[in-house]
């Protein structure tokens, strides 16, 4: 009987602290520099949402990037070094802010997309244009071949094996999200 008081007890005292955890509230201040803290704080203030689900929707997008073949040196001594790849996941309840602390996220990075993907489609028509002349070029005449001009991901939420192909001749990796509409959760 006295060990059975005891479990109960202990298990109370464990329910208390677990408890107590979801009432900490992350202050990004601790984590990240102030000009960018102070602003994702404010945002997740005017739009109901916790600096954490803020801060784990940004890591992912700030690891992204690094440039391709990045590693972080976990133990010089040891040459013990990792890809910095961050996998996050935002699940909470339909209607906890999670789409709009993603497009406050990956607004910027939209915004650079569009750019890229624009300069993309300008520099596939001059390269259509360059190729078709160097092809009706005699032989002897040609110069060097035009290269065919990569499209630069920033932020993409295809899945699709060529989508993962194309993101590999990046420099850096692209963002990559998926909503729960779509069979995963991000």
């Known amino acids: 009987m006295i060990l059975l008081s005891e479990r109960l007890r ?43 689900a803020m801060l784990v929707t940004l890591l992912p997008v700030a690891a992204s990037l690094l440039r391709v073949g990045t ?54 028509s001059e390269y259509e244009v360059d190729l078709r002349d160097w092809e009706q070029t005699r032989a002897e005449d040609r110069g060097i071949r035009p290269r065919k001009p990569m499209p630069r991901e920033y ?10 192909v194309l993101s590999e001749h990046a420099s850096r990796t692209p963002a990559f999200s998926l909503s729960s509409q779509s069979g995963a959760f991000w």
């Open 155 to 164: 932020h993409t939420s295809d899945a699709t094996r060529e989508a993962i």
């Open 71 to 124: 590693e972080l040196e976990i133990d010089a001594g040891m040459g013990f070094s990792v890809p910095p790849i961050v996998f996050t996941g935002l699940v909470a309840p339909s209607g906890s802010k999670k789409s709009p602390i993603q497009r406050q996220i990956l607004g910027p990075l939209s915004l650079l997309q569009a750019e890229a993907d624009q300069e993309y489609e300008y520099a596939a």
């Open 10 to 52: 202990q298990r109370r005292a464990e329910i208390h602290q677990l408890l107590k955890i979801g009432d900490y509230q992350l202050c990004l201040g601790e984590y990240l520099h102030a000009e960018l803290a102070d602003p994702l704080e404010q945002i997740a203030d005017w739009i109901g949402a916790t600096p954490a």
